[in-house]
């Protein structure tokens, strides 16, 4: 299953490391949190690690370790602007379920 991502959150990455003036890319992780078990990390990359596999969508390097990608094959990075609220959302076919605030997920 690939890894996809919306225009729209395609044009805030890049804007984001435009901004940023360096990096490589947006590594696409995951971490033990919440009280359903996983949340997602979004942080940019500067150097690749071992691991990594490097996916480039629309122009914009993805970056996911091969433990994450296990829970990540499939999943579609969208920007949304909801009111007030904009940010990224994440469309995860292997999520079983959320918890109720919204940060954290299980498979």
């Not at 390097?61 to 094959?73: G, M, P, R, T, V």
Request: net charge negative; with cysteine; hydrophobic share 40%.
């Amino acid at each position: 299953m690939a890894i996809t991502m919306t225009p729209a959150a395609a044009e805030r990455v890049r804007a984001f490391l435009s901004n940023r003036g360096k990096g490589i890319g947006l590594r696409l992780g995951l971490k033990t949190s919440g009280c359903s078990g996983m949340a997602y990390v979004l942080e940019f990359v500067d150097e690749l690690n071992e691991d990594d596999e490097v996916y480039n969508i629309d122009g914009v390097n993805i970056i996911i370790d091969a433990k994450s990608f296990i829970y990540l094959q499939g999943i579609e990075l969208d920007f949304v602007k909801e009111g007030l609220n904009e940010g990224f959302k994440f469309n995860n076919p292997n999520a079983k379920g959320e918890c109720g605030c919204g940060e954290s997920f299980t498979v």
